[in-house]
């Protein structure tokens, strides 16, 4: 399998990090909740009916729509839809931005430039890394990595409901002088070689696998990030059950793969986003794959969650529960790991990003002493 290229980081990340302080000033007043709200009803209000639309009639109006976001610039420069434009997808491997990935690449005209990024931190699992290395080359999209800062930030370590909006910020913040570095090389290759210097630098566009299923979840602060960048969001009209139908007819392999969060997200709000923290949460969730293989595939859901008080939670689908029950997980997570407890749950997406008010609390109980407890698997 082709390797990602690595995008050089010393010549621009300093041009990011100023970038992402100035955003972030904007971004952090932004999130009021009256500006998510209105933003979240305002895009509810353009998701359309497609239940009565066959799936290749879905994949026509999605690769319509996608052109149609490509063709869009705010550039001020004359005729500047004849400028060679760069198209960068803030990518993960998953059936999201996957399928984006996809359709820009399909859309794509001569002298256009598309390319997907993902961004690398301790909150993206090897396992991850991997997959989005395979789908991007399945799709025939060239794949860059780029090393992201977010883990710096006050904002984002302290985990108080806010660490989307950093971890956004930054990355779309190191995209942005992804292409700055970009038009840098150009441009300097341009007064070496015999041709005329490009006084119009390409304009570029981001994108982001948003959905409209995304748009109605409160939590998701990243979206205030991305409309401060104005990231294009190609799926924001459709629920995702129609993106998993579009990606399966276009052959891609994780159509049905199971949701798969940065690890952030399996932190309870007020647990510090250490990279040592992560890196348990990557080693868990590893080992209870392991364990559980004979019964878990990419399209089976699971959660390890760090809780208050160091205790650990496994989350997965409720039919593997009992399997899951059957096996004694201290000598792992106690004693190898370090956590004070670990039980077992149902799975319930973004059930650590409020203060749950019912059944196990992620926040305020204490874990006991240290050892297996079994919990109750039904949600009230």
């Known amino acids: 399998m082709a390797r990602a290229a690595t995008i050089p980081l010393q010549r621009w ?9 100035r955003i972030r000033a904007v971004a952090c007043f932004s999130s009021s909740a009256v500006h998510v709200d209105t933003f979240h009803q305002k895009a509810a209000s353009s998701t359309v009916d497609l239940d009565k639309t066959s799936t290749t009639e879905l994949v026509d109006q999605l690769l319509a ?21 760069q198209h960068i997808i803030a990518f993960s491997g998953g059936v999201d931005s996957s399928l984006v990935a996809a359709l820009v690449h399909q859309s794509q005209l001569e002298g256009e430039q598309v390319r997907a990024v993902l961004g690398l931190s301790p909150a993206v699992p090897q396992e991850q890394l991997d997959l989005a290395q395979h789908v991007a080359e399945s799709i025939g999209v060239p794949l860059s990595l ?33 292409v700055d570095h970009v038009n840098q090389e150009e441009e300097r290759l341009s007064i070496s070689a015999t041709s005329p210097p490009n006084d119009n630098p390409s304009t ?3 994108y982001n696998g948003t959905n409209a299923d995304d748009l109605k979840d409160p939590t998701r602060l990243g979206l205030i990030a991305a409309q401060n960048f104005s990231v294009r969001s ?12 579009a990606a399966k007819h276009l052959g891609l392999s994780n159509w049905n793969y199971a949701a798969s969060p940065c690890l952030r997200s399996r932190l309870a709000l007020g647990v510090p986003a250490t990279a040592q923290h992560l890196k348990r949460v990557e080693e868990a969730e590893r080992f209870v794959r392991q364990e559980l293989r004979h019964i878990l595939d990419e399209t089976s859901n699971l959660r ?3 809780l208050a008080q160091n205790r650990a939670r ?3 689908d409720g039919a593997h529960v009992p399997q899951a029950e059957a ?19 149902a799975f319930r997406s973004g059930s650590v990003a409020t203060n749950n008010k019912n059944g196990v609390s992620n926040t305020g109980v204490s874990g006991g002493k240290a050892g297996f407890v079994r919990a109750e698997t039904s949600f009230g």
């Open 13 to 21: 990340m300093t041009t990011a990090h100023a970038n992402w302080k």
């Open 65 to 85: 729509y996608t052109r149609q976001l490509m063709n869009s610039s705010t550039s001020t420069i004359p005729d500047a839809t004849n400028i060679p434009k």
């Open 146 to 178: 780029i090393r992201t800062t977010e883990g710096e930030d006050d904002m984002y370590i302290e985990n108080a409901g806010q660490a989307c909006l950093a971890c956004k910020t930054n990355l779309y913040s190191s995209l942005q002088a992804v």
């Open 204 to 206: 570029f566009h981001l």
């Open 234 to 245: 190609p799926l924001q009209h459709i629920p995702k059950d129609k993106v998993r139908a």
């Open 304 to 306: 390890v969650r760090l």
């Open 314 to 316: 496994i989350e997965l």
């Open 327 to 345: 096996v004694d997980w201290n000598e792992k997570f106690v004693q190898e790991l370090g956590f004070s407890s670990v039980l077992i749950q």
